[in-house]
């Protein structure tokens, strides 16, 4: 294993976990919330309290399987793999039984229907927070610390694949002019692609990586490094961070709430304030979705690259001012005009672009913060801060846009990124850069 080479084609592999766990939750964002407030008639806050469930149980289940998978003593699939199986296998089928409760309650109300509903959905997210830790984790175990960066900008590429995959479906299939006037609209075709997806995604990935043999390589190339860990052994093997690393790791922590904050507001209500402000509905929000998701796509390996030349905290601190830019100016022009037009895809796949600078190195910069051995912890830790930030802000922000008007969505996610770039000032630590390949021999041939 090459500490100075990515390879490549098994960091694409490793990333399809995430391409079916990023599909589900453009899905869920997207769809979930439409059904809540157009089968069951539930307002804004009550609403935001049902989306917010899956951070939650994130608060919980991330930290628990993150560190249950680090602790699992590998067998033939690896620490990490049978949770990947396990949680895929589970989301596949509860997935499937939300559209029939949706139609079932659509054709004949009852609160039996809509209980069962939120239990299956309940049921659906604690099956999807058993893997995610442990795919997000995968990569790490199978990458040298120095090309973490790099890594994870193949992981957001194949998350953003995901999600574009999914975007694109739910465009054609469900463009305004099909779903406009409609009593009720039929989202079971739709949950059944998607979880096709998931299936044969994390299919794929069983039979090409095989993770005890990669992860005991880079653990025995990691040994060869001590000078990568800046956490120190307390001689009962565990590891206590220095008082400034720990510090550093609390101002990062605290970055990744506050971005999260604004950018899930703005993910899980986009939907319904299109709806409300401008008319459109799914697929005139999944178009505008699409091509940010687009402007990351291109951006994830550029991003890796630029992050290796100038540091991860200034890609990120650039990223956050891009971020609140463009959401002020989504705001403005979601507000000026009633139609989608052209200037509004240049807004959002700098949204796009801006997502990606954060993304791509943020989860690196605090594994960098531990050894090896408690990646699945430190990942954790990441979602923690995440998922916090998650439960918190689909209520507010529906009690907001219901208080005041749905015009505050975008001011309000733009504060709220605007101050994890002063969180971000006061970290010092896992900001690792790597020499970058320059021209041609920055697109090296995929390892076998």
Known sequence: M??????????????????????????????????LGDTFHLNE?????????????????????????????????????????????????LMNILPILDNSYAAEAAP????????????????????????????????????RSRG???????????????????????????????????????????????????????ITIREPKLAAENQALEAQHPEWNLAEDDGSGHEELPAPVKRSLGFLLASIALWFI???????????????VMGEGLGGAST?????????????????????????????????????????????????????VPIMFVAFAAVGLAWAAINVNSLPMVVEMCRGSDVGKFTGYYYTASMAAQVVTPALAGTLMRAIGYWV??????????????????????DVKVKAKKGLEAFEDMDD
């Open 409 to 430: 969505l975008f001011p309000y996610a733009a504060f709220f990124v605007a101050c994890s770039f002063v969180t971000m000032h006061f970290v010092k630590h896992g």
């Open 152 to 206: 994870n900008a193949i992981i957001n590429l194949m998350g953003a694949v995901g999600g574009i995959i999914y975007l694109a479906i739910a465009a054609v299939m469900y463009p305004t002019s099909k779903v406009e006037g409609l009593e009720h609209v039929n989202y079971q075709p739709l949950f059944l692609i998607v979880s096709a997806i998931m299936a044969v995604a994390v299919i794929v990935l069983l």
């Open 288 to 340: 505008c979705l699409l091509v940010a998701t687009a402007g990351a796509i291109v951006s994830y390996i550029p991003i890796g690259i630029v992050a290796s030349k100038i540091g991860r905290k200034k890609t990120i601190q650039a990223g956050v001012i891009l971020l609140a830019a463009m959401f002020l100016a989504g705001g403005l022009l979601t507000t000026l005009f009633d139609t989608i």
């Open 45 to 93: 806050t009550i609403s935001g309290v049902i989306m917010a469930a899956d951070n939650v149980l994130a608060l919980f289940l991330l930290p628990l399987f993150g560190g249950l998978s680090d602790r699992t003593k590998p067998g033939k699939l690896g620490r990490r793999t049978p949770y990947i199986l396990a949680g895929t296998a589970g989301a596949v089928i």
């Open 112 to 147: 039996y229907k809509f209980v069962s509903f939120v239990v299956v959905l309940g049921l659906l997210l604690i099956a999807m927070g058993v893997y995610r830790s442990p795919a997000v984790a995968l990569m790490p175990d199978v990458t040298p610390k120095p090309l």
């Open 262 to 276: 604004g950018y899930n507001g703005v993910t899980t209500w986009f939907t319904r304030y299109i709806g409300e």
């Open 2 to 35: 090459d500490p100075n080479k990515l390879n490549n084609k098994r960091t694409i592999l490793v990333g399809l976990a995430f391409l079916s766990i990023s599909a589900f939750w453009q899905m869920y964002d997207n769809v979930i919330q439409l059904i």
